[in-house]
């Protein structure tokens, strides 16, 4: 099968082997992973929790997620390249492996999500109707928050099954 | 009776030897312990940055330090009852792993650093409350703080590999 070449060429390429060889990296990666984490699921779930009314009510909305979305974004990116290091030390246990596409999935959802909702604020001179407010967008931002646990649900996960 | 019989006794208990046997108690908790991870540190790292000086979601230091650190605290202690049933389940084995003593001393300084700001320059809150850059105390308290746990979260996944 073509993923099977796939992951045996990648295994064996000589970045793989540094991964797998120096036994600090991965553990020093999957650190820096979970301070991303932190970063992008603390960013949202104050952000949401601001877009479902709970929170900083007091405070203009555009202005908190305008404060939160670039520490997201970046945040995604640093997981992203975390990630790739991660799935190019181990491409036999990750890229076969239900739960890492079924991770990846919900990252895309979760990202368009969070994205989709926040966008009309973070132009800089948006008319105020075409903000997303009402009920709509509080379900979505604590559908949001759920994506985002699901997410770190899935992380764990991917080394527990096949 | 010495440290090693207490421990025995804890991992010989009906919970932790259910956590052990059980395929899917032990991802589970560890997914939620990182959950409460990202939001121990996610919410920290606010409170810790608008210490160093970096504007956050709303001007006084004060009222975001209370708006936060109620999440903070469930957080935590979600982390503790998490990790309290990491630990019995192979109460032994975390005994002898002096990693793990290495991330309780980190907790514990965390702790001292956030008491000593508490005591110290936060009883005078409110002449700098607005002001950025903070008082050099406050500044040091959010370094340490942020130093300290990204050093709690280090040890925690070093744990599983020594």
Known sequence: MATDAIISWLYATPFSTAIRDMLWVVPTVQTIHIVAIAVIFGSAVISDLRLAGVFARDEPLRGVIRRYYPWMRNALIVLLLTGLIMSIGEPDRVLVNSTFWLKMGLVVAAFALAWWIRYPLLRTAAPATDVRTGSQVKALAWLSIVLWCAVIFCGRWIAYTI | ?162
């Not at chain 2, 908790?29 to 990202?38: D, K």
Request: glycine share 8%.
């Open chain 2, 1 to 162: 009776m010495n440290i090693q019989t207490i421990m025995q006794a804890l991992q010989d208990t009906a919970l932790a030897t259910f956590i052990r046997e059980s395929g899917s108690a032990f991802p589970t908790l560890e997914s939620v312990h990182v959950i409460g991870i990202a939001l121990v540190f996610g919410t920290i790292a606010v409170v810790d940055l608008r210490l160093l000086g970096v504007a956050s979601h709303r001007k006084s230091a004060l009222r975001l330090i209370h708006e936060l650190l109620p999440f903070t605290w469930v957080a935590f202690l979600v982390c503790v009852i998490t990790g309290s049933l990491m630990f019995i389940s192979n109460a032994i084995t975390y005994s002898e792993n002096i990693l793990f003593w290495w991330k309780m001393g980190l907790l514990a300084l965390a702790g001292l650093n956030m008491a000593v700001f508490h005591l110290g320059v936060y009883r005078r809150i409110d002449e700098w409350d607005t002001t950025l850059p903070p008082p050099a105390q406050a500044r040091i308290a959010g370094l340490g703080s942020m130093v300290l746990w990204v050093g709690v979260i280090a040890l925690g996944r070093w744990i599983g590999f020594l």
